[in-house]
C-alpha cells in the first residue's frame, strides 16, 4: 500500500498497483477462507470444520458503525496502531467490510481488504493493524483459543518474545528466501 496521510479508510493502492499473492500471504503465517456468511447462523459446517480444526474454542460478535461505536472516530484511529499481539487475532467478517495491513518480511505493509464471508488468522507476533474502509460499518466475529486476550502490544515489542517466535516461524517459509 501507499504510505499517503490521507483518510486511513481509503484503498491507499499503489500507482500501479502491485498485488499480493496468496502465496506471499501464506509464508507471512497468514491464514484466509472465503465462507458463506449467510450460512453462519444455520451452523455453517465449513466454519465449523476450521473451528475445530485450529481449537477456536470462543466467539462474540462486534459490530463497528458510527452509530454503534461511542467515538467512533477516535476508536478506528487506535485499531489503526501499529501492534502486535502474543496469540493469534481471527476475524469472520459477516457483514460490511474492513481493511487489515499486515508487514511483510521487508517490513512493507501489505493491505487485505475483507469483506463478507472472509475468515482470517492473523499470527501471533506479526505487526499489523485495522482499520474500516469507506463504507463505516463493518460486523464482524471474533474467535479465540480458550479465554480472549485481546491486548495489543505497539511498535516497537521487540522484546515480547511473540516476536522473536514469529520471526523465527517465518524465517523457512519466505517465498523467494535463500535456500
Ligand atoms: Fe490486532
Request: proline letters at 7%.
Amino acid at each position: 500500500m501507499d504510505d499517503s496521510s490521507e483518510d486511513q479508510r481509503l484503498p491507499h493502492r499503489l500507482d500501479p498497483n502491485q498485488p499480493c499473492p496468496a502465496a506471499v500471504l501464506h509464508s507471512l503465517g497468514v491464514r484466509v477462507w472465503a465462507l458463506d456468511a449467510d450460512a453462519y447462523a444455520d451452523g455453517d459446517p465449513r466454519l465449523a470444520a476450521i473451528r475445530k480444526a485450529r481449537g477456536y474454542s470462543y466467539e462474540d460478535c462486534v459490530t463497528i458503525t458510527p452509530e454503534a461505536l461511542p467515538g467512533y472516530e477516535d476508536k478506528i484511529r487506535s485499531f489503526y496502531q501499529e501492534h502486535l499481539h502474543t496469540d493469534e487475532e481471527i476475524r469472520y467478517i459477516l457483514d460490511g467490510s474492513g481493511y487489515f495491513d499486515v508487514r511483510d518480511l521487508e517490513d512493507r505493509w501489505v493491505r487485505i481488504w475483507c469483506r463478507k464471508g472472509a475468515l482470517l488468522v492473523i499470527p501471533e507476533g506479526i505487526y499489523h493493524r485495522f482499520t474500516l474502509d469507506t463504507s463505516n460499518h463493518v460486523k464482524a466475529l471474533r474467535l479465540f483459543v480458550g479465554v480472549p486476550v485481546w491486548t495489543p502490544h505497539n511498535r516497537p515489542a521487540e522484546d515480547v518474545p511473540s516476536r522473536a517466535k514469529y520471526l523465527a516461524s517465518v524465517a523457512d517459509t519466505a517465498v523467494g528466501a535463500a535456500a
